[in-house]
């Protein structure tokens, strides 16, 4: 909406670069352009406001299939007026010189006029196909049939408006008909996630089992290893034994030896000492039986008396006194009276 300033009588009107102003005074166009600021008479001034940027135009309409299912089409048309002289003529875009604002609606104009358009083309388009392809080809279709269409109005050219580009939203199906629709997919999907599942579950089962044997394996390996331990540690006790037990032989052996040894050795010892023994008894009795039988006795008792106890003290009777001496030659003692 273009800007409206009071002067003393006057007004000054300011309009935006999207916007095509034409201002008639007395019949005449005095003022034609997009972006216009000038000063005129409201008594005297007729003004039109023609906006020539592009346009959304947002449109929701139903259709019927072949297969009589109802459908939503939601759709954006996007246009512009390319003649604002022609679009002036044809349609009331004129504005209040002392307000700026449309004394008509325009726009609301064109969108009815875009609008009952593409539902025409999308109903003859939609009425032939069934809801399946319609929901897996139909935007594609429609659009492109909405375009020609559109191309080929005449009512477009005529009042200067140009379609820039048409684009379609969606094609949606009634709630229940889009949920029944869904079912068959939704149990597909389910079917791949319980496939998946049970996939996963029996990768899961055939790594444990794998797992499983695996440990079983390590376990009769530790096993088998235990076993060869038992028999390592079983053969070395048997050879330390055997060692041992050679060991011990040959302890005994040497011990053996050395008591033959010495057992040869003292029997040799006692043999000479016999020996020296037996000759010096028999040198003892060939002295012996060379000396009287005086002498004999003499030794005997002196060795006797090498063999007896100590003897502080000797009391010996006159008889024995008398006989010990006569043996000796000597007289003994006279009687006492």
Known sequence: ?????????????????????RHHKRGRLAHDGPGLSFWYRSLTAALSEVP???????MAFHARTSDFQDVTVQATVTYRINDPAEAA????????????????????QIAT???????????????RTALAAALVDGVAAVRDRVAAGLAAEPRLPATGI????????AIRPEAEVERALRTPAREQIQQEADRATYERRAVAVERERTIAENELASQIELARREEQLVEQRGTNTRRE??????????????????TV?????????????????????????????????????????????????????????????????SKLGRPGPEPRA
């Open 1 to 21: 909406m273009s800007d409206i300033t009071r002067r003393f009588g006057w007004r000054h009107l300011r309009s935006a670069p999207t916007a095509h102003i």
């Open 52 to 58: 020539v940027n592009d346009r959304e135009l947002a």
């Open 89 to 108: 003529a044809r349609l009331d875009f004129s504005i209040d010189p002392d307000t700026g604002v449309w004394r008509g609606a325009p726009l609301e």
């Open 113 to 127: 006029l875009l609008t009952e358009t593409a539902q025409q083309h999308t109903l003859d388009v939609l009425a």
């Open 162 to 169: 140009e379609v820039v580009a048409v684009r379609v939203v």
């Open 241 to 258: 034994a055997e060692e041992n037990a050679a060991a011990d032989g040959v302890r005994a052996e040497a011990e053996a030896a050395r």
């Open 261 to 325: 040894r010495l057992a040869r050795a003292q029997a040799e010892a006692a043999r000479e000492t016999g020996a020296a023994r037996a000759e010096a008894q028999a040198a003892w009795l060939r002295v012996h039986g060379e000396v009287d039988a005086e002498t004999l006795h003499a030794l005997a008792a002196t060795r006797l008396a090498e063999n007896l106890p100590r003897i502080d003290s000797l009391t010996l009777s006159p008889d024995v006194l008398t006989g010990l001496l």
